[in-house]
């Protein structure tokens, strides 16, 4: 069983669209993550939720709205999108706590044209 | 406030070949963690190590081990004998409690090119 499942894994879609990605962890994790990866490869933590509740949200668009129905879920919905926010998008869990490893998802190319 | 530099943007070695992956960092705290993280070219991120601030012995896993030097802020990754499957971008990374958050600060990354 995969431990962190995103889908989709490639999303192709036109500027101004809308779209979402989402994420599923089956590891009783009870912190989640979002992280942007540019072309250059850099990780750049865009949002995290602890037992639900927003605990990081760093400086994004809002146009980029996470949702976290339950601790098991965070959901990352993109409204009117830009080329620029072309990327892999990766989702992680982890334990609570700075000691804890994060466990990622295999990650969503996203391409905006 | 946190910081992990890895210089080395590029790496490439023949196999066979020993490497090793610089990782330096910056932290206020006294107790924290640091990580490592492999990218290949697949592109899932997979956790290698964990460390802890107070644990300065150093770690052998096969062709893998990590050298944490406290007095040099640093915790280096080498590969024994390289192989072409070691081709990947790997990135450190720093958890502590500074501004309360446990959110892990990442380098750049160092992508490992071995050519066979």
């Known amino acids: 069983d995969t431990a962190v499942s995103q889908t989709p894994k490639y999303l192709v879609t036109q500027m101004g669209n809308d779209k979402s990605i989402k994420c599923e962890q089956n590891?009783?994790?009870?912190?989640m993550y979002w992280y942007k990866q540019d072309s250059k490869k850099f990780l750049k933590i865009m949002f995290s939720?602890?037992?639900?509740?927003?605990?990081i949200n760093e400086t994004v668009p809002n146009r980029f709205s996470p949702k976290s129905p339950d601790k098991a879920h965070l959901n990352l919905h993109i409204n009117s999108l830009e080329l620029g926010d072309s990327a892999v998008y990766f989702c992680?869990?982890?334990?609570?706590?700075?000691?804890?490893?994060?466990?990622f998802g295999n990650g969503t190319r996203l391409t905006v044209t | 406030a946190q910081k992990v530099t890895q210089a080395q943007t590029e790496i490439s070695v023949v196999e066979k070949e020993d490497v090793t992956l610089d990782c330096v960092y910056e932290?206020?705290?006294?107790?924290?963690?640091l990580f490592w993280y492999k990218q290949p070219p697949s592109g899932e991120l997979v956790f290698l190590i964990r460390?802890?601030?107070?644990?300065?012995q150093n770690e052998i896993s096969g062709r893998y081990s990590w050298n944490f030097q406290k007095s040099t802020s640093s915790f280096n990754f080498t590969i024994t004998a390289s192989q072409v499957v070691d081709s990947a971008v790997y990135f450190c990374?720093?958890?502590?409690?500074?501004?309360?958050?446990?959110?892990?600060?990442f380098g750049r990354g160092t992508s490992l090119i071995v050519h066979p």
């Open positions: 992680a869990s982890s334990r609570t706590g700075y000691n804890s490893p994060l466990h």
């Open positions: 590891l009783g994790h009870d912190t």
């Open positions: 939720y602890n037992n639900k509740e927003l605990i």
């Open positions: 932290t206020r705290d006294t107790t924290y963690y």
């Open positions: 460390r802890n601030s107070f644990d300065e």
């Open positions: 990374a720093l958890s502590g409690v500074s501004g309360g958050s446990y959110i892990p600060t």
